[in-house]
T-cell receptor, first 116, second 114 residues
Framework: AQSVTQPDIHITVSEGASLELRCNYS??????LFWYVQSPGQGLQLLLK??????LVQGIKGFEAEFKRSQSSFNLRKPSVHWSDAAEYFC??????????????FGTGTRLQVTL | GAGVSQTPSNKVTEKGKYVELRCDPI?????LYWYRQSLGQGPEFLIY????????DSGLPNDRFFAVRPEGSVSTLKIQRTERGDSAVYLC????????????FGSGTRLTVV
């Protein structure tokens, strides 16, 4: 069974500083990997996804993530954080192209606080 | 519609009561998912529909939970004999087809069982 670990429950960064949110996954085959953001009272919004190919993927809002198979990681990065980035971030893994339900397994999330 | 709509946005019910939560997916999306998000946790998969049929209900916690999608569009999640542990945000998502991870999530229904 697949699983996702987000080791940091809460991170605080200053506006303009760089950001890295950690994500480790467990899955036997090539996973499909995702990062979502959730603002208070809002639904989950997809930031980026990795299916195959280039291991550095670009997403919306200036975010990027790098898939490292050897470390089973898919860390999310942003060079310069804006106050509006304060939210909850979730990493998720899908079972890949099995031809069946594309259900996701989520991590427990990392809450990002941005100080001015 | 333009997005995934979930109603009600908030529901408070007494322990032991029956509740229904509604999800209106994006028009034309054949795949529909229900997830449950407890406080401080990530969303957990409950059930998946492809068209009218429940293709995977392995995430439903017990037989008090049931979901339907009779016409392949709107879905209703039904919870019988609610318990305080059922309190959570119930999220619905739809995607264009089976195997397509291009989810769009709704804003969720916050269920509180008192």
């Amino acid at each position: 069974a697949q699983s996702v670990t987000q080791p940091d429950i809460h991170i605080t960064v200053s506006e303009g500083a760089s950001l890295e949110l950690r994500c480790n996954y467990s899955y036997g085959a090539t996973p499909y990997l995702f990062w979502y953001v959730q603002s208070p009272g809002q639904g989950l919004q997809l930031l980026l996804k990795y299916f195959s190919g280039d291991t550095l993927v670009q997403g919306i809002k200036g975010f990027e993530a790098e898939f490292k198979r050897s470390q089973s990681s898919f860390n999310l990065r942003k060079p310069s954080v804006h106050w509006s980035d304060a939210a909850e971030y979730f990493c998720a893994v899908g079972a890949g192209n099995t031809g069946t339900a594309s259900k996701l397994t989520f991590g427990t999330g990392t809450r990002l606080q941005v100080t001015l | 519609g333009a997005g995934v709509s979930q109603t009600p946005s908030n529901k408070v019910t007494e322990k032991g009561k029956y509740v229904e939560l509604r999800c209106d997916p994006i028009s034309g999306h054949t795949a529909l998912y229900w997830y449950r998000q407890s406080l401080g946790q990530g969303p957990e998969f409950l059930i998946y529909f492809q068209g009218t049929g429940a293709a995977d209900d392995s995430g439903l916690p017990n037989d008090r939970f049931f979901a339907v999608r009779p016409e392949g569009s709107v879905s209703t999640l039904k919870i019988q004999r609610t318990e305080r542990g059922d309190s959570a945000v119930y999220l619905c998502a739809s995607s264009p087809s089976e195997g397509d991870y291009g989810y769009t999530f709704g804003s969720g229904t916050r269920l509180t069982v008192v």
